[in-house]
C-alpha cells in the first residue's frame, strides 16, 4: 500500500513539462520505478493476450524488439518461449526503468537492454517482430516510432500494439464507438501523466497493416471504482 502512494503521489505531480522527453520520463518514473510493475499489473490489461498472439505468429529463433520497454516486465509474459528467441532488443530512453530491466535480465544472454528513442533506434539487421506495450501513447513523435517500427520489420513481420485509446464519435463500421464521456474523460485524464490518448493511432495501424487482429475492450481502473478505460490489442503483418 506504501508503494501505491508513490505511484499516486507521482501521477498527482503529473509528467514534468519543461525538460526533454527522455528528461521528463527520467523526473517522472524516476521516484516510482521500484513500484512500478505492481501498480500497473492491475492496470495495463491485454499485454498477456498481445504476446500469446505475437508468439503464434514469430518464427523460432526470431528477433523481437521491444520499443517503449521500461522495466522489462513484458518480456515474463514470453515464458519458457523467450529462450527460443535469438535476439531481444528491449529499447526506452527512462534510466529509472531500465535499471530494473537490467537488473530482471542480467542472466539471459538474448536480451539487450538498450537506452534509445524509439524513433530512431534500429538495429543492425532487419527484424521479425517488434511491439509497443502501452509506449506509443507516451511518445511524442508516435507517427515517427511507428514509422521507425515498420522499416525495421522484415516482409512479413508482426507488429503489435496493446494500449489505451478511446474512439472517434463516428468510427468505422465494426468498430467501438465510445461515448463523449468516455472521450474527453480519459483524454485529460491520462494528458496529466504524459499519455497522449488519440483515435488517430488506431487508424494510423489499421491503415499500415490492413493484415490485422484487433480486440477492442476496457479495464479497470485502481482506485477509481466504477470506471472503466478502453484498451486495443492490434496485430498486424506488414505486407
Known amino acids: ?26 523526473g517522472f518514473y524516476g521516484t516510482q520505478a521500484g513500484d512500478y510493475d505492481r501498480f500497473r499489473e492491475r492496470l495495463l490489461q491485454g499485454r498477456a493476450e498481445l504476446i500469446a ?19 522489462g516486465r513484458n518480456l515474463e509474459f514470453f515464458g519458457t518461449a523467450l529462450d527460443d528467441v535469438a535476439a531481444f532488443d528491449l529499447v526506452d530512453l527512462c534510466p529509472a526503468l531500465l535499471a530494473r530491466a537490467r537488473a530482471r535480465f ?6 539487450r537492454v538498450i537506452e ?22 507516451m511518445i ?66 489499421r491503415a499500415r497493416f490492413p493484415r490485422h487482429e484487433l480486440i477492442e475492450s476496457r479495464a479497470a481502473v485502481p482506485y477509481l471504482p466504477g470506471l472503466r478505460v478502453p484498451y486495443y490489442v492490434f496485430v498486424g503483418r506488414k505486407a
Not at 54 to 67: D, F, I, K, N, T
Not at 129 to 134: A, D, G, H, L
Request: glycine share 10%; aromatic share 10%; hydrophobic share 45%.
Open 1 to 26: 500500500m506504501r508503494g501505491d502512494f508513490g505511484v499516486l503521489r507521482a501521477m498527482l505531480r503529473g509528467i514534468p513539462k519543461h525538460g526533454s522527453h527522455a528528461q521528463n520520463l527520467q
Open 53 to 71: 498472439r505475437l508468439q503464434l505468429a514469430l518464427p523460432r529463433a526470431a528477433h523481437v524488439v521491444e520499443l517503449g520497454g521500461g522495466t
Open 106 to 111: 542480467a542472466r539471459h544472454a538474448r536480451v
Open 116 to 137: 534509445a528513442d524509439a524513433t530512431i533506434f534500429r538495429p543492425a539487421q532487419a527484424v521479425d517482430c517488434v511491439y509497443f506495450s502501452y509506449a506509443l501513447t
Open 140 to 205: 511524442p513523435d508516435w507517427r515517427a516510432a511507428l514509422d521507425n517500427a515498420c522499416a525495421m520489420l522484415k516482409p512479413g513481420g508482426v507488429l503489435g500494439v496493446v494500449d489505451f485509446y478511446h474512439s472517434t464519435a463516428r468510427p468505422d463500421a465494426g468498430l467501438v464507438r465510445h461515448g463523449a464521456f468516455t472521450r474527453k474523460f480519459w483524454r485529460r485524464w491520462f494528458a496529466h501523466d504524459g499519455v497522449r490518448l488519440d483515435p488517430e493511432h488506431l487508424a494510423a495501424l
